[in-house]
DNA sequence: GATGAATGAGTCTTCATTCAT
DNA sequence: CATGAATGAAGACTCATTCAT
């Protein structure tokens, strides 16, 4: 087997345990027994664990730009309307991450190998919240203030992550030594709001 | 120092360790150091180190339960707007997770702990994603196709979440064996777009 | 077993091991065999391999200074004959290193562990050049040019050491870009001749 | 490039890498890379490490014999002084190990490649004796005890040398399993200080 | 002869957990 | 209850040597 083809071959048993596994779950050990190759083989390739998980992430992160770039060459600017801008961005993505269920869990971050007990506790977090947003949708929609033509389940999806990464944005990464106060928090939840009320498209957009 | 206090202050400083460092590098050692007590006690309040963790987030689960029902139950849902609803949920969830800055990293899973340089790679390609919806947000603004009431930071960081989370509900929590096909991912990315386009509310609506 | 007894029997073994067979074949899994103790036993008390050769060497330089500096203080200086002084000296000093062959071996960096083949052929050389002197004395003491006074096994120890560390004193530690030519290397040669010519002390001393 | 020669090239960068790094430190990868050859290619030449090692030694070894040969063969041994024969040993040898610092540095084994740190420990201990000798002679010459005629940098090293295989050869080569006696020790110290005092030759020696 | 990919036994080191005091 | 010395299974990484091309 030709060196290109090797270090494919580590890569792609690599990716599948760290997806399935973790960072810290995977071992060395695993990844030469799916790979049947022996231990000092993969340090043939790559310097130590390490150098193994950045190299796919940035491999699959290179991909992506390039996949970017080349779609926006695509499209045509002055033509397109900002929805269809919108949703070719979206699609394309979509697309892409859903190539490989592996490198999109691995790229984000939702399944870097904690402890199995671990993991089910934070996933059960998660899940609770999905599903109390999904059942206020449902029920909007009973109550016809939600409009029966938006997806519940994607919507859901859309809204969990949408909050829970604002919340990370600003009380974790911006986050202020002496805390965020209720003017602040308040300021926040109406900018998230306005988001889901108008769209984030100019009312006269007619497309 | 009484028994419910000890256990609540290696809860604490396990706490601050385990959303600092993440679950792997966080170690027995670096929380006795913490709490100033020797490396038995710690087994004396917990069964080991998952319980510890576990422990920690199900308590912050139980609280944000218990603050959802609590606030639920001051709002009249006879009179208020879904918009209104909307925006209570989102505020209370915000101002419950910007209490703690450490819980909130620790349950969002984004600061699991990954040795620095791994963690830096996955975070730069996040932060790339991000970059890039907020040049469209800002692009969208100067042509006048998105409302400059918008906050381009905070729907940049839910457009980024929601993108990201939809992709993993679909791609690796619902994920297919033989992939999604075209038409299906179109689907997804017509429902995300549809929301926000319009928004989750129905036009009659005037709240 | 308290700590210190511990970190001192740790120290014993390792020491008695390093100077066996040398640094890089003393295994951590032969201390502990030899100690009887478990593998992580040994990291409790020093931080790695290197700590526990450094402490060994450190400990024993810190007792022959004050060995020295205790010595010292008992002559008087005023009244001491030269030679008295240098018989003093010496004789403390190998007093001291005769308590410990171990260390003796390890400080004196000769047995340092090569594999044993390797560390053979030096060996071989070494006695090679030793032989050689001792035979020169006997002959000179045949033909009544060398006394018969002097002790023909300490005096070839005594040239070979000399010899050897003057050549490594000048030809490594204070090596010359374009080496030592003719003069110079006569220069050090006289010099070393004179020492064991005359003696080190002055003709008129009568001691 | 022909098979000796090829060999030849290999010994000159092993020699360099083993006086600089020692046995232990220096791997085959340093050797190969140094020669610019492949890593089998070593194999053709050589059985293993250890074959490259002692060949370098052997080599040198050889070669050193054969000069002492050559050299004795030069002097008349009927005319020559007791000293003039020490001095020309002693400059024959001086010479020959001046040619090849790394050489000289392996044959002495002061340099066989303890990690780094291990190396300074040892390096500062036996600096420290030397640097107390010199003080010791510089002390002497003020006194006029010691004559102004030798060289302290010279003498310092001989002593140094000489004291410490003294030690080597009793304590560690010619160890005893219950220890020198204080009787026994005296005797060596008497005849350390003997052949310092008035040389090693006899006084009616006019050369 | 030359090459360099592959090998795997062997090392050091880590760290959650136990248990005698 | 608290302590902290002791444990040892487990893991990452090394490097001399081999062998098919």
Same sequence: chains 1, 2, 3, 4.
Avoid at 16 to 31: M, N, P
Avoid at 63 to 77: H, Q, V
Wanted: charged fraction near 25%; glycine fraction near 4%; hydrophobic fraction near 40%.
């Amino acid at each position: 087997m030709k060196a290109d083809e090797r270090k494919e071959a580590i890569l792609k048993c690599a990716t599948r345990l760290f997806s399935t596994q973790g960072y810290y779950q995977t071992h060395i050990s695993d990844i030469i027994k799916e790979a049947q190759i022996a231990r000092g083989t993969v340090y043939q390739y790559f310097t130590n664990k390490d150098d193994i998980f950045i190299t796919i992430v940035d491999t699959f992160f290179d991909k992506w730009r390039d996949m970017i770039s080349f779609e926006l060459a695509k499209i045509d600017l002055a033509t397109i309307s900002p929805k269809g801008y919108l949703r070719h961005r979206i699609l394309q993505t979509l697309i892409f991450l859903s190539k490989d269920s592996d490198l999109c869990n691995i790229a984000l971050r939702l399944g870097l190998g904690l402890p199995e007990k671990v993991s089910q506790t934070i996933n059960h977090f998660e899940q609770k919240i999905m599903d109390m947003i999904a059942d206020d949708l449902r029920f909007g929609q009973q109550e016809h203030n939600v409009p029966d033509t938006i997806n519940v389940d994607t919507t859901a999806a859309i809204l969990t992550g949408a909050l829970l990464r604002t919340a990370h944005h600003y009380f974790v990464n911006k986050r202020k030594a002496k805390g965020y106060n209720a003017k602040e928090i308040e300021k926040i939840a109406d900018d998230f709001v306005t988001v889901f009320t108008h769209g984030i498209f100019l009312p006269r957009d007619k497309n």
